[in-house]
């Protein structure tokens, strides 16, 4: 059982528009090893500006953010399986330029036939 409330929404959403992303690009499920990227941009709350807390450096952790995007791509058939992913970078930014949501990038690891898979939610 998952702690937020907000992670079966946000699941469903990252899985929608992976599909929706994978079918545009006629995108095959990824074997192999896999780097997964993504930055998260939250919503910086009225009260605190961003003199006071440049970074969101409160919950949602970072850790748990990821697992529902590996676990949202794996559902729509981007992967096998999130234990594909050998390589990780993640950021959490304060949306105070852009839409709240995430830029999630896919890539394959291997030598020859590069994929590469990028989209904003």
């Known amino acids: 059982m998952e702690a ?3 992670l079966p929404a946000w699941r469903k959403a990252v899985t929608e528009f992976a599909i929706y992303a ?10 192999g090893p896999v780097s ?4 998260f941009y939250l919503e910086r709350p009225a009260t ?10 409160v919950p949602p952790d970072i ?3 990821v697992r529902g995007v590996a676990d949202a791509l794996s559902d729509a058939g981007v992967w096998g399986d999130d234990s594909q992913v050998v390589k990780l970078v993640a950021f959490k930014r304060y949306a105070d ?5 995430a830029f999630i990038s896919v890539e394959t ?3 020859k036939n590069t ?3 990028g989209f904003n939610l």
Do not use: C, M
Not at 22 to 31: F, N
Not at 36 to 39: F, H, P
Not at 48 to 57: L, N, S, V
Not at 97 to 101: I, W
């Open 48 to 57: 605190i500006k961003p003199e006071k807390r440049p970074y969101p450096i």
């Open 63 to 65: 850790d748990k953010l």
């Open 97 to 101: 330029f852009q839409n709240t949501g």
């Open 115 to 117: 994929e590469k898979l």
């Open 22 to 31: 994978a079918t545009e690009h006629s995108w095959e499920p990824l074997q």
């Open 4 to 6: 937020s409330k907000y």
């Open 109 to 111: 690891l291997h030598e």
């Open 36 to 39: 997964l990227e993504v930055v």
